[in-house]
T-cell receptor, first 111, second 114 residues
Framework: DAKTTQPPSMDCAEGRAANLPCNHS???????VYWYRQIHSQGPQYIIH???NNETNEMASLIITEDRKSSTLILPHATLRDTAVYYC????????????FGPGTSLSVIP | DVKVTQSSRYLVKRTGEKVFLECVQD?????MFWYRQDPGLGLRLIYF???????EKGDIPEGYSVSREKKERFSLILESASTNQTSMYLC?????????????FGPGTRLLVL
């Protein structure tokens, strides 16, 4: 699986959009970009994923650059409950594929 | 919504005890996984199962065994707990064969071995 790099920490004001970047310059053509988050003392939570097109769901939006070497997770209106560690992962989808988490970005939403 | 539940949020055991961690999912997923998460080491795969009574070793299976007698339940067993098995244990499940497969995680079990 390709490696990813993320900033170790970010702050965001409550109610503002949180934009979390991820670099994955060695991504392969068949690898998807996934985002998970982990709130303190809880299990990781799936957020969103995509291959090449931008994606949006009820939690977030995912913007993938045209060359697919980087992406941005957008939380449109951050709340205090969005404070968590956010993990960007690139992986090929296979039935038995494990999830490999890097250090992630620790997002703090500030009142 | 997919629901993955784990039998305990916190456990304290003594060295040498046999420990059972239970995981149940309610979405008829074929695949189930056990990970441990430690500071600075991220998630490490212990075992996974792609069908009832089937199991495969992950990256760190030593000191652990698993059991999958029913599709919805995947148990992790520490035959003789040791202090280096103090960790956060996470169970996950996923569908098999889908074009876009996502692993759903349980809330985790924090195990302390004294």
């Amino acid at each position: 699986d390709a490696k990813t790099t993320q900033p170790p920490s970010m702050d965001c004001a409550e109610g503002r959009a949180a934009n979390l970047p991820c670099n994955h310059s060695t991504i392969s053509g068949n690898e998807y970009v996934y985002w998970y988050r982990q709130i303190h003392s809880q299990g990781p939570q799936y957020i969103i994923h995509g291959l090449k097109n931008n994606e949006t769901n009820e939690m977030a939006s995912l913007i993938i650059t045209e060359d697919r070497k980087s992406s941005t997770l957008i939380l449109p209106h951050a709340t205090l409950r969005d404070t968590a560690v956010y993990y960007c992962i690139v992986r090929v989808e296979t039935s038995y594929d494990k999830v490999i988490f890097g250090p992630g970005t620790s997002l703090s939403v500030i009142p | 919504d997919v629901k993955v539940t784990q039998s305990s949020r916190y456990l304290v055991k003594r060295t040498g005890e046999k420990v059972f961690l239970e995981c149940v999912q309610d979405m008829d997923h074929e695949n189930m996984f056990w990970y441990r998460q430690d500071p600075g080491l991220g998630l490490r795969l212990i075992y996974f199962s792609y069908d009832v009574k089937m199991k495969e070793k992950g990256d760190i299976p030593e000191g652990y065994s698993v059991s999958r007698e029913k599709k919805e339940r995947f148990s992790l067993i520490l035959e003789s707990a040791s202090t280096n098995q103090t960790s956060m244990y996470l169970c996950a499940s996923s569908l098999s064969g889908g074009a876009l497969e996502t692993q759903y995680f349980g809330p985790g079990t924090r195990l302390l071995v004294l």
